[in-house]
């Protein structure tokens, strides 16, 4: 793309306030603008042909046109609906200028396009495409750049009023329109905007006259400017149990006990760790463009397959029955709580690739239900022993994970995001045991909380690592 086609798209793109006599046409034109800040020049000039057919007057579909045909190479098209564009509107200089360019010999057209090449020409293109695509700070981190560039660039000047008015920061916008009112006076469009901001101001508590100086040192927007988005996100997603720990041990256990019930005749019924579910909310603050630092909070829920249920029929003496039955149950959960950040990249105007790692703690909860009964019947009576408790599980431990997605906006405020990423989080374990249940159905305390230990008599962990799947929908304010 030429640099001074995309500058003249650059000057109508950012006339704030013109609209199109017919709706339907400013529709359209502004889908041309999406599109050719996305280089699908085909697309824009389809849109600014569907404007123009609705509203002849529109002048800024007509240049539009002419731009993405110049884009693609099409000098004559590009003349030909450029001169459209100044029958509407005559009073464009550059626009003028360029068109006389192509229109002179072959040999002069590069030397004049080369000629409208510069460093604050270079930085206002990119600050009109960072505007065209939400990225207020990018706009005017570069549109502060084309001013420090070329003071008399009045296009930069209106383009940083428009990103600071974005970002609420109100009288840093009227100094800039001023700015660019001063350079070319012949805005009406922008003198009306600036003159109901000034009464805006004007009216404010904190209003006070302040001189209109060029942000000289102006990497990043300063006080005035400096204007956070807040995001908030809720999300939900699935994933693996940890490859190592109670919940292995336990499928590991089941497994065989499967396995040895079939080999001896017997009626199991086996419970298995089988996924974990996970939910939350995140909460997060613009640093920078693309910078964001959040706060996350979530809880994950072991996902169990059945009940441990395990029956047994004995027959110990002649015309004597023994029946036994065992059945227990494990829930567990943990609730993490992590601090951030995710860095996120346009690729298109509504489409990011986004990454992020946090840490933080897990805390894990959870209990043990059981219950044994054997009965007994035969030649000498019958009679059954029942026993039931429930023991309570805790633990901790560190909380880190890393994720990276790709996140579609449907507005500047409205995203659904898909992440794939890995956790780590193994916490202790600890157990509250507690016994038999009174006449009741209450059951009493026995035991204080004591560590629980594995098969070897080490410390036992609860893993909840792995790889995992989640889905978010986020709205930016």
């Known amino acids: 793309m030429k640099a001074w086609a995309a500058g003249v798209a650059a000057a109508i793109l950012l006339a704030a306030a013109a609209a199109a006599a017919d709706p339907r046409a400013d529709a359209l034109y502004q889908a041309a603008v999406a599109k050719y800040g996305a ?90 495409v ?21 003071p008399n660039h009045w296009q930069a000047w209106q383009l940083l009023g428009n990103a600071r008015y974005a970002r609420a920061d109100k009288r840093g916008a009227l100094e800039a329109y001023d ?71 336990v499928n590991d256990d089941y497994d065989k006990g499967v396995r040895e019930a079939a080999e001896n005749g017997e009626t199991v019924s086996v419970m298995r760790f089988s996924s974990l ?21 979530g809880r994950l829920m072991v996902n169990e397959a059945g009940e441990d249920t395990s029956e047994h029929d004995v027959r110990s003496a002649p015309m004597r029955t023994y029946d036994s039955t065992y059945k227990s149950r494990i829930n567990m959960a943990v609730t993490m709580l992590m601090v951030g950040g995710r860095y996120s990249r346009e690729v298109s105007p509504n489409l990011l690739v986004r990454g992020g790692l946090f840490g933080g703690i897990g805390s894990m909860s959870g209990q043990v239900i059981g219950s044994s009964q054997d009965s007994w019947y035969g030649t ?40 794939l990423g890995y956790r780590s989080l193994k916490t202790d374990i600890y157990v509250s045991y507690q016994g038999d249940d009174d006449a009741d159905g209450i059951y009493e305390h026995t035991e204080p909380r004591e560590q629980y230990r594995d098969k070897d008599d080490r410390p036992e962990i609860v893993d909840f690592s792995g790889v995992f799947g989640a889905l978010s929908v986020g709205y930016h304010f």
């Open 130 to 150: 960072r505007y065209n695509a939400s990225d207020y700070d990018g706009a005017m981190q570069n549109a502060a750049a084309a001013v420090r560039a070329d």
């Open 39 to 128: 280089a699908d020049y085909q697309g824009a000039i389809k849109d600014a042909e569907a404007a123009v057919a609705l509203d002849p007057q529109n002048w800024q579909a007509w240049q539009l046109d002419g731009n993405a045909r110049y884009a693609l190479g099409d000098k004559t098209g590009a003349v030909t609906v450029y001169r459209y564009s100044l029958q509407v509107n005559p009073n464009n200089p550059q626009l003028k200028a360029f068109v006389d360019s192509l229109a002179a010999p072959a040999q002069a057209a590069p030397a004049a396009a080369a000629a409208q090449v510069s460093p604050a020409q270079t930085s206002y293109e990119a600050a009109l």
């Open 277 to 297: 579910t996970q939910y939350g909310g995140e909460i997060g603050v613009d640093l920078v463009a693309g910078l964001t630092a959040g706060v996350i909070a």
């Open 179 to 249: 700015k660019s009112l001063a350079l070319n006076p012949d805005n009406p469009q922008i003198r009306t905007f600036a003159d109901s901001l000034r009464a805006e101001v004007a009216a404010a508590p904190s209003a006070a006259p302040s001189a209109v100086t060029p942000p000289v040192a102006e990497e990043s927007p300063g006080p005035a400017g400096f204007v956070q988005r807040l995001s908030v996100r809720a999300w939900g997603g699935y994933g693996p149990v940890g490859s190592s720990g109670l919940m292995k041990e």
């Open 380 to 419: 000498w009576g019958s009679g059954s022993d029942r026993s039931a408790w429930r023991d309570a599980l805790d633990g901790s431990g560190a909380a880190f994970q890393i994720v990276a997605g790709v996140e579609y906006r449907f507005s500047p405020h409205l995203g659904v995001a898909l992440d």
